[in-house]
């Protein structure tokens, strides 16, 4: 088991920037996935970035160049910086991680419990 802590949320103005911190505890075997998703308000949860414990990265096209995935894997925390914030980015967003079992197989994912990001014009 795995489980996620995050924190960062609120609320900022246009143009604005925030920074989520995610926190893993428990099994986190390497190696594995971490990344953000986030769901706004009548839509489906959609990526916004992911990072592999190597450091290869991900991101959405909606957020390319305006936020930057990060994560210490001594730690096992996972952030994310979000800079030239519009209201389109306002969602819950949710730290998730992808894991291996023992052994390597299966993978499990996991959820936290979600942040509020709301963005004001």
């Known amino acids: 088991q795995v489980q996620l802590v995050e924190s960062g949320g609120g609320l900022v103005q246009a143009g604005g920037s925030l920074r989520l911190s995610c926190a893993a505890s428990?099994?986190?075997?390497?190696?594995?996935?971490m990344g953000w998703y986030r769901q706004a308000p009548g839509k489906q949860r959609e990526l916004v970035a992911t990072i592999t414990s190597g450091g290869s990265t991900n991101y959405a096209d909606s957020v390319k160049g305006r936020f930057t995935i990060s994560r210490d894997n001594g730690k096992n925390t996972v952030a994310l910086q979000m800079n030239s914030l519009n209201p389109e980015d306002t969602a819950v967003y949710y730290c998730?991680?992808?894991?291996?079992?023992?052994?390597?197989?299966?993978?499990?994912?996991?959820w936290g419990q979600g942040t509020q990001v709301t963005v004001s014009s």
């Open positions: 428990g099994s986190v075997f390497s190696p594995n996935i």
């Open positions: 998730n991680a992808a894991v291996p079992a023992v052994g390597g197989s299966p993978w499990y994912r996991y």
